[in-house]
Every structure is written in structure tokens, then in C-alpha cells.
């Protein structure tokens, strides 16, 4: 017999074919299984077996299409995200660079400001009125009031036509 059923071939031993079986003569004096001959049921049972198979095998590969098609709207929807993240941070950082412009702007204004003030508070040469023009002045509110004069003098107001004053 030139193909040993497989349980022969596993065992080493010598397949015979019962005639009156169609089936190895040991397998069928043991009663087990014997392959040496392909039944109708046999091919039919190989046959539904690859039918499910392949029928498994399209459905993993519709389930990884619909996966790979899931996977590449996350990337992206990840990758819009990110871009509207980075355009805020953008805006943000827009938005404090003006924001400190304004201040570094009203800062200036108020040192402008504070000059002029004190420009025109602190006496200018021309407001200084000179000890000639004196004379027509009024002093009687300052009448026993004494003023600190140069040195160690102190000057009192006690005549108001006074030209020492």
C-alpha cells in the first residue's frame, strides 16, 4: 500500500486495506478512526470548515478596515486639535503682547504727565518775582511772622511799606 493511514504512519506500523470496509485492517480490528479513505463526509466537513474560515477571515478584515478607517479620523481629529491649540496659543500670546504694549503706552503718557506737572509746579525763572517788585505787594497777613533769612538771621515782618523785608 503505497499511503499508510495516519494513525499507522504515527505508530510505524504496515497499513493493510480491509476490502469489505474500504478502511485500514488494524484501525478497524481497534475501532478508531481511520483515514485511509476519504468519505463524502469527510470532503463535506473540509469543505464547511474552509467556508467558515473564510467567512471568519472577511469579517476580520472588514472589523480591520473599519479600525483603520476609526484610527485615521483620530489621527485626524488629534491632529485639528492640536492646530486650533496651537492658533491659541497664538491668540494668546498676540493678546499679551498688545496687552503689555497698552500698559508700557500708558505708563509713558504718565510720566509725561507727572513731567508736565511738575514743570509747571517747580518755579521757573521767569515766575520768581525779584525784591524790586516787592513794593507793591501786601504783607499784612504775614505781620509777626518770622522767615529764616541766610545764616543764622531770621527776618521779621513788621512794617508792610518795608523794603528790608
Same mark, same amino acid.
Given at each position: ?104 503706552? +500708558? /505708563?509713558? #503718557? =504718565?510720566?509725561?504727565?507727572? %513731567?508736565?506737572?511738575?514743570?509747571? $509746579?517747580?518755579?521757573?525763572? &521767569?515766575?520768581? @518775582? ?11 497777613? +504775614? /505781620?509777626? #511772622? =518770622?522767615?529764616?533769612?541766610? %545764616?543764622?538771621?531770621?527776618?521779621? $515782618?513788621?512794617?508792610?511799606? &518795608?523794603?528790608? @523785608?
Amino acid at each position: 500500500m503505497p499511503t499508510p493511514c495516519s494513525t499507522c504512519r504515527r505508530q510505524s506500523r504496515t497499513c493493510r486495506l480491509d476490502l469489505s470496509s474500504g478502511f485500514c485492517s488494524k484501525c478497524v480490528a481497534r475501532g478508531s478512526k481511520c483515514d485511509l479513505m476519504v468519505t463524502q463526509k469527510d470532503w463535506d466537513k473540509l469543505n464547511a470548515s474552509r467556508s467558515e474560515l473564510r467567512r471568519k477571515l472577511a469579517e476580520a478584515r472588514v472589523s480591520r478596515d473599519n479600525a483603520h478607517a476609526r484610527m485615521l479620523e483620530a489621527f485626524a481629529r488629534e491632529e485639528r486639535l492640536m492646530q486650533q491649540l496651537q492658533l491659541l496659543d497664538q491668540k494668546e500670546g498676540e493678546m499679551i503682547r498688545r496687552e503689555l504694549s497698552s500698559i508700557e503706552e +500708558l /505708563e509713558a #503718557l =504718565e510720566r509725561a504727565a507727572e %513731567g508736565q506737572r511738575a514743570s509747571s $509746579v517747580a518755579p521757573s525763572s &521767569s515766575a520768581v @518775582v525779584s525784591p524790586s517788585g516787592w513794593s507793591g505787594l501786601d504783607f499784612s497777613a +504775614l /505781620e509777626g #511772622l =518770622e522767615f529764616p533769612g541766610f %545764616g543764622d538771621e531770621t527776618v521779621q $515782618v513788621s512794617d508792610r511799606n &518795608s523794603s528790608n @523785608v
